[in-house]
């Protein structure tokens, strides 16, 4: 079965410093990935996708996740953090099981600390 | 604004009561998505329509049904409500062959159930 893992659900750092959000997944077939981010009392936004394309992808607001195929991950990071990074993020791979069906992993909540 | 459109945004009503939640997707998006957020349960996809046909089911309780008009909005029918059903719902939408695109999410219905 098709899954996602994020590993953390509370990520704490520094502004200015590194982000590093991790994810893996396991599927049976050459997986879509995505992150999306949640604002507080907002809906998720797509912040980047991979598609079989190349593999260190690049999103909106300075964030990027690379897919590795051997570790079966696509951990997204960020190389300073800003006060308004902190909010939830999902991990999330598609499915073509009739309906391209998205599973989201269970989020990992980012704090940002001043 | 993301273009998806959910009304209303906030819902509270009794248990043993049913309630309708209205989706108008993106200008376009023919699929549309059913998602229930909640603190222990997470992000867990209800069900999926595609230009007003059923495509994918998930974790839908008998209780909840749902379809999508000809005009592509869609409603999610949750009847005989318990304290459980509390949740954010979130519809969310995408276009044809939608296995890379992504969804686009609305800012979602905070129904509870008192």
New interface residues.
Partial sequence: AQSVTQLGSHVSVSEGALVLLRCNYSSSVPPYLFWYVQYPNQGLQLLLKYTSAATLVKGINGFEAEFKKSETSFHLTKPSAHMSDAAEYFCAVSLNTGGFKTIFGAGTRLFVKA | D?G?TQTPKHLITATGQRVTLRCSPRSGDL?V?W?QQSLDQ??Q?LI?Y?NGEE??K?NILERFSAQQFPDLHSELNLSSLELGDSALY?C?S?GEG???????????TRLTVV
Avoid: I
């Avoid at chain 2, 939608?98 to 979602?108: A, E, L, Q, V």
């Fill in positions: 993301s998806v699929s998505y998602y997470g992000l996809f999926q595609y495509r994918a998930g979130f969310a995408s939608d296995r890379s695109y992504g969804y686009t999410f609305g800012s979602g």
